[in-house]
T-cell receptor, first 119, second 114 residues
């Protein structure tokens, strides 16, 4: 079974440019998460999709970030315009929705991340 | 808000020896999960071990075990008989039981010397 994949693995852009990151979750996983790690710091939650709906976007830093998950399959995270502080590693994770409901433990499986460098 | 603190940016261990990675957390919740994730260089992060807060027994997975001290809000990871393949960044993480998002610490780099 294929794991979570992310594209590109690395991206180097100039300040003010636009970048789009893509995440393909494990097939059948309705939950999809984006996280970000700024160099040397903790990994921080950005947002959570259930199928195509945004369940929680409390971690999105500002309106320069736009996440979509059309059709409930893959997701994109667009940064426009990019700023220096957006540099970091962006992780995507996916998990199943279990029959036992929200109290059930459902493991999040992570992708390898996209390293974004804004110059 | 919940926070997770890993106070050791970097640790080293000799092959075949034991090492303990520290993690403390802060929460007002009583029911939650705690995790240790491993991220080898240039590879995906994988779950090492999970602890449910309502369980008093410490979780164990082969050479990996935890010391869960709920009152102290401490959750350390012990790796026994360290192997070269254990070299990685280790992240401690928290999740509310009725929640989805993970709250991570800043990570500890573990180096294994042969």
């Amino acid at each position: 079974e294929a794991g979570v994949t992310q594209f590109p693995s690395h991206s180097v852009i100039e300040k003010g440019q636009t970048v789009t990151l893509r995440c393909d979750p494990i097939s059948g996983h309705d939950n999809l998460y984006w996280y970000r790690r700024v160099m040397g710091k903790e990994i921080k939650f950005l947002l959570h999709f259930v199928k195509e709906s945004k369940q929680d976007e409390s971690g999105m830093p500002n309106n320069r970030f736009l996440a979509e998950r059309t059709g409930g399959t893959y997701s994109t995270l667009k940064v426009q315009p990019a700023e220096l502080e957006d540099s970091g590693v962006y992780f995507c994770a996916s998990s199943q929705i279990l029959a036992g409901g929200p109290s059930s433990y459902n493991e999040q499986f992570f992708g390898p991340g996209t390293r974004l460098t804004v110059l | 808000a919940q926070t997770v603190t890993q106070s050791q940016p970097e640790m080293s261990v000799q092959e075949a020896e034991t090492v303990t990675l520290s993690c403390t957390y802060d929460t007002s919740e009583s029911d939650y999960y705690l995790f240790w994730y491993k991220q080898p260089p240039s590879r995906q992060m994988i779950l090492v071990i999970r602890q449910e807060a309502y369980k008093q027994q410490n979780a164990t997975e082969n050479r990996f075990s935890v010391n869960f001290q709920k009152a102290a809000k401490s959750f350390s990871l012990k790796i026994s008989d360290s192997q070269l393949g254990d070299a990685a960044m280790y992240f401690c993480a928290y999740r509310r039981r009725y929640g989805n998002k993970l709250v991570f610490g800043a990570g500890t780099i573990l180096r294994v010397k042969s």
